[in-house]
């Protein structure tokens, strides 16, 4: 059975950070695209970064420069590094594992940034 268990979100200041940690279990977590996403109140859900078995990554625009991806194969576990936080980073941050066929999801994790 697949699991993916998100873990690190909560309330932040803007400018401020947190970190986003997925737990995963059931896969070959290596072979698998490790993705963040997001969905807003209101809003579809978008992508936020992905970071590929290879370890290249790539960004929403939105976040570039303020967000970092990483991985950690010997712990199954994808991050995310959210720096200079803003209102509008505000969402439900979603773990996803890709490898060609089913896509799977975490539970979420709430992000809030207000002053």
């Known amino acids: 059975q697949v699991q993916l268990v998100e873990s690190g979100g909560g309330s932040a200041q803007p400018g401020g950070s947190l970190r986003l940690s997925c737990a995963a279990s059931g896969i070959v977590f290596s072979v698998y695209t490790m993705g963040w996403y997001r969905q807003a109140p209101g809003k579809q859900r978008e992508l936020v970064a992905h970071?590929?078995?290879?370890?290249?990554?790539n960004y929403a625009d939105s976040v570039k420069g303020r967000f970092t991806i990483s991985r950690d194969n010997a712990k199954n576990t994808v991050y995310l590094q959210m720096n200079s936080l803003k209102p509008e980073d505000t969402a439900v941050y979603y773990c996803?594992?890709?490898?060609?066929?089913?896509?799977?999801w975490g539970q979420g994790t709430q992000v809030t940034v207000s002053s």
């Open positions: 970071i590929f078995g290879g370890s290249s990554t």
């Open positions: 996803n594992a890709y490898a060609g066929g089913p896509r799977y």
